[in-house]
């Protein structure tokens, strides 16, 4: 019996695994036959890399070529986080990041700032994120008013990642209107073809 492949939707801050395109993306993935894991991360209110990383490996386990991430807003950076330390010669499918960001212009309190600033600061080994796949897919919108369109270009620098530009998505939230998103199940079902 052919091992089904996985899929891990990672939220964002303040996000949870029933949020926005959560839904439909995991009806939509079930019924091409993946498993589909969104797990609730810890502390969603004041996410921190430690914490967001270790339960990544927790539920994660080992991964394989047959699985792929899915991640949102600061998932994005979790989901880097997680392939940077993974073993050396351990490959995943691929990683889909939605609204993801090496830069955030919407920090307004203090708080806001302190909580942002260690996955602003804590650099990233892209090279070795980069020996974990090769499939890098970044999807960003032309008004989200959290993530700068430059992050764009960072994306496709540090990981060669394909990236599209959605038109008026937001920062891709329900409150923005985004229930569904054909763009990241096409990307995931192109990727694990």
């Known amino acids: 019996m052919q091992k089904s492949k996985r899929v891990f939707l990672i939220h964002g801050w303040e996000g949870a695994p029933d949020n926005h395109w959560f839904p439909w993306l995991t009806h939509k993935l079930v019924k091409k036959g993946f498993t589909v894991f969104a797990p609730a ?46 073993p050396v010669g351990q490959k995943v499918g691929g990683v889909v990041f939605v609204a993801g960001f090496f830069t955030l212009t919407s920090l307004e309190t203090r708080e806001e700032k302190d909580i942002a600033r ?16 090769k499939k890098f897919v970044a999807l960003f919108s032309d008004d989200d008013e959290d993530v700068p369109i430059e992050n764009k270009g960072f994306f496709e620098e540090r990981l060669r990642a394909k990236t599209l530009v959605e038109h008026e998505k937001g920062h891709f939230c329900m409150s923005d209107g985004v229930t569904e998103l054909p763009s990241a199940l096409d990307a995931v079902l192109e990727m694990s073809k």
């Open 41 to 86: 991360m810890p502390n969603t209110e004041e996410p921190k890399i430690r914490e967001w990383v270790n339960e990544l490996s927790r539920v994660v386990c080992v991964p394989d070529k047959d699985t792929y991430f899915v991640g949102h807003s600061i998932g994005c950076q979790a989901i880097l986080r997680f392939l940077e330390q993974l």
């Open 118 to 133: 260690p996955w602003l600061t804590t650099p990233i080994d892209f090279d070795k994120v980069k020996k974990h796949t």
